[in-house]
């Protein structure tokens, strides 16, 4: 199946500053990605919907000015917290599709703390 | 609107048989998916379900009545590493998937 890497792993920030995660598809093209969030002890939740080439599709409530994302090339989507607050520390994973088999390839997800 | 409704906890003994129901609710249908995940790893794929009927991957068997907006997951023959969270979902036409919140299964010896 597709592997799917994400960069960091994790990472701790100061609050007002703004953390970059990449997420590679490292065997696949791929056109679309999408980006959730997880906090403990709950389920994912759908952010966005990166696209290649084009804006972002965001879910209803994910502000999109806070939480940017770019797709630049079939192999990479980043997704940007800016001005990372306490209340944005999550787990944060990317995933992309492979309808081929109709099922989703998840990276290891990034650990994100604010301080 | 758009839900899925699962047990929050199952526990269960090594060796024993346990299923995880998932009712789901959604304009739009393509399949239900089920989903693994371990404390602090992403989750990873389990089964499909497109059609009504069983779905037998080794241990582990989905099946989906779209009739009923219903699907369950059936572990055979738990062992330890079972325990972990397991997550249904449904997508829509290639897009991202919608993810009940999880049922936390611990098998103990």
Known sequence: ??????????VICKSGTSVKIE????????????????????????MATSNEGSKATYEQGVEKDKFLINHASLTL??????????EDSSFYICSQNDRDKNEQFF????????? | GQSLEQPSEVTAVEGAIVQINC??????????????QHDGGAPTFLSYNALDGLEETGRFSSF????????????????????????CSFDQAGTALIFGKGTTLSVSS
């Open chain 1, 1 to 10: 199946g597709a592997v799917v890497s994400q960069h960091p792993s994790w």
């Open chain 2, 23 to 36: 009712t789901y609710q959604t304009s739009g249908f393509y399949g239900l998916s089920w989903y693994q």
């Open chain 1, 77 to 86: 989507s980043t997704l940007t917290v800016t001005s990372a607050h306490p």
């Open chain 1, 23 to 46: 997420c590679r598809s490292l065997d696949f093209q791929a056109t679309t990605m999408f980006w959730y969030r997880q906090f403990p002890k709950q389920s994912l939740m759908l």
């Open chain 2, 64 to 87: 989906l009545s779209r009739s009923d907006s219903y699907g369950y997951l059936l572990l055979q023959e738990l062992q330890m590493k079972d325990s972990a969270s397991y997550f």
């Open chain 1, 107 to 115: 990276g290891p997800g990034t650990r994100l703390t604010v301080l």
